[in-house]
């Protein structure tokens, strides 16, 4: 079995990659679990020092790298060249932060020395999505690398040439043989690679439907699991909200990667006295970016994933325009080649609408008109996602206390909603279960290990439970 890497905005094949079965990808889970006994057991500032051979050879083929972003998934090439250069920074973060964060704890109980221990699982699978090909697997591997995890890769059929130059690489960095793998399979060798013995863990970036299958096969294995699902983010905006400052982080939150991520704002809260204005300028700055080539450093807005995606944001947006939402800007693909389409912005919503009741992948905006920060927080909260959000007001505590009435796992005052590797990076409700980088994310993936001291001798012994 064969797939093909398409160009989204040219429709032409890219290269034609081979599948692996079931029985090849096992094999390769197998040479990194072997790998594990070696790297698992280098000291962390030894796996520092990969990390930063890591950090310079992204930096030295960024411009290759990112081309193969753009001509895989369409992303903007200004916008590829920035995903890879936050990778190459990640890198260098945790191999400055690694030892520190993974430095043992010391606690205090009822025997002469109590300590927390953090030491890597084994061999951890990840599974992830197309829309930031290189970070999304970079974010995950990085800090499992520094724990002593090996890792192996199985990444989105749409990416495949971006999914084997990662592989390139960590091997290009000097890293071990096998310490990190990519393998290109179908659903049935996901499954085959949860199920074999030489997988320890499993990290998941992508849809619910996929999120709940890959849980549901590591928990019947009891094989620790992180999923991040996606979200439906709030941008609520209040009355003393600096609205050209604000308006122009609107466009950037919602367009950022045409629309197709995790933690763009989906749903922008406005209070009713500032809405028409908001209004008027987030269509300004939404007008004033470029769609077109994503290979020209000028375009803001590239083509979509592929044409599957144009097709569902086009049911989207028709779905909210027949129960009475008004189309201000766009609302329709763009014909000839390439899976264009026009940035959208739409008012007088519901929640009858797809466009809030779901996750929309594209460049479409939806505004919800509320009447102060109490009706702004009920809204936000009326979802069954929860990843993050953000608040935009000049009032310092009451954004404070709004943040902590979210129902999210990541809040941002006066900033868009952003990964960072000093952060923990994650979502409640179906957004996911578990967080990625920062000290937290790094610890996902490691054995927390209690160990504990007493006196030689005891008058007494101990009581257990």
């Avoid at 006994?37 to 962390?44: A, C, D, L, R, S």
């Avoid at 509320?370 to 959000?389: P, Y």
């Amino acid at each position: 079995m064969k797939i093909n890497s398409v160009n989204p905005a040219t429709e032409e094949v890219n290269g034609e990659f081979e599948v692996f079965d079931r029985k090849a990808a096992v094999g390769v889970a197998k040479l990194a679990r072997a790998a594990f006994k070696e790297w698992g057991n280098e000291h962390v500032d030894a796996r520092a020092r990969h990390l930063l051979s890591l950090s310079e050879v992204l930096t030295r083929n960024r411009e290759r790298y990112a081309r193969l972003i753009t001509i895989e998934m369409g992303k903007p090439i200004k916008q590829a060249l920035a995903e890879i250069d936050k990778c190459a920074a990640t890198a260098q973060v945790y191999a400055k932060n690694g030892r520190e964060w993974l430095s043992d704890e010391q606690l205090s109980s009822d025997g002469t020395r109590h300590m927390v221990a953090f030491e890597p699982l084994g061999t951890i699978l990840s599974v992830m999505p197309w829309n930031f090909p290189f970070w999304q697997a970079l974010r995950f591997a990085i800090p499992a690398l520094t724990v002593g995890n090996t890792s192996v890769l199985r990444h989105s059929n749409a990416v495949p040439m971006c999914a084997l130059a990662i592989e390139e690489a960590f091997v290009e960095a000097g890293f071990p043989q096998n310490t990190f793998r990519t393998v290109i399979t179908d659903h049935r060798g996901v499954g085959a690679l949860i199920r074999s013995s030489h997988i320890d863990g499993v990290s998941v970036t992508g849809g619910l439907g996929v999120g709940q299958e890959v849980g549901k096969m590591a928990g019947k294995m009891v094989k620790k699991f992180v999923l991040e699902l996606g979200g439906n983010d709030p941008f609520i905006v209040l009355d003393d909200a600096d609205l050209n400052f604000t308006c122009r982080n609107a466009a950037i939150a919602r367009m950022q990667n045409t629309g197709q991520s995790c933690i763009a704002a989906k749903r922008f809260i406005v209070t009713e006295r500032i809405a028409e204005q908001f209004t008027a300028n987030f269509k300004e700055e939404v007008e004033r970016m470029r769609v077109g080539n994503p290979l020209e450093m000028s375009t803001d807005i590239g083509p979509l994933a592929n044409a599957q995606q144009v097709e569902t944001l086009e049911s989207q947006v028709r779905d909210a325009a027949d129960k009475g939402g008004r189309i201000i800007l766009g609302g329709k693909r763009i014909g000839g080649k390439g899976a264009f389409f026009e940035p959208t912005i739409i008012t007088n919503v519901s929640k009858r609408m797809r466009v809030l009741r779901e996750e929309v992948f594209g460049p479409v905006a939806p505004i919800i008109v509320v009447k102060d920060e109490k009706q702004a927080i009920r809204v936000a909260n009326d979802s069954d996602l929860g990843l993050g959000a953000s608040i935009w007001t000049e009032d310092a505590e009451k954004a404070e206390a709004i943040a902590r009435s979210l129902e999210v796992g990541m809040v941002f005052v006066n900033s868009i909603v952003k990964s960072d590797p000093y952060l923990p990076f994650g979502g409640i409700k179906k957004s996911g279960i578990g967080r990625e980088l920062s000290k937290y994310g790094l610890r996902e993936f490691a054995n927390v290990k209690a160990i504990n001291f007493y006196p030689a001798s005891h008058t007494h012994a101990h009581n257990a439970e």
